[in-house]
């Protein structure tokens, strides 16, 4: 196979990867919380296809993971009184589940019925000292700017508001968490503030996530009809030198 056909399919092979990110993107536009995604891409550089030790590596293009954009989404009103969101980039609200500590811009959050607060998933919501319990028969819960909890004029606790010092620590767990894929301790973040009866939107930008969607698709289509015209010209060549013999 021709140098040009593997270089091709492998930026064929990022083009596919790119395009499945940012089809999620589009999907997620409406998702609380979400943090729009983009394909990091590198160069490696590897033999040739022949052996020609005059010529210098061939560069093939290389999938080096997935970069997220954790900036502000908007903030909406939504009137329920369990509805947080976080103003400030960086910061996430603590949470914890079966499998350990989790980390969420989501704040769309419920009671269980011991009356524990907890993520749509059932994910125990983390205050300064543990698990967070709200007594119903205590009237609606009042939450100040610094993640404060009260009912009926009464301190309850105090939502865990927590940074890292590198975002790149986190890895996407689904169900709009984010576990600690380090050593790292995180941090409590102060300098932020917490939004009763709202929540974050999704960061995603639709109309340019479906103009990348549409240059993925034409640079997949150039590539490949570069790979075509390598083809056929590696046949018709091979076809001439038959005549010639």
Known sequence: MENATYVGLSRQM???RELDIVANNIANADTTGFKVEQLLLGEEIGERARNAFVRPGVSFVMDQGVGRDFGQGALKQTGRTLDFAIEGEGAFFAVKDGAGDAYTRDGAFTLDPEGRLTTQGG??????GGDIILDPALGQAAVAADGTISQNGELVGRLSVVRFDTLA???KSGDGLYRNASNAAPQAANDVQVRQ????GSNVNPILEITNL?????????VTRMIENTTDLSRRAVERLGRAA
């Open 214 to 222: 549409i240059e993925i698709q034409r640079a997949y289509e150039s």
């Open 169 to 171: 620590v986190l890895e």
């Open 197 to 200: 009866a709202m929540l974050e």
């Open 14 to 16: 990022t083009l596919r």
């Open 123 to 128: 994910a125990a919501v983390q205050g300064d």
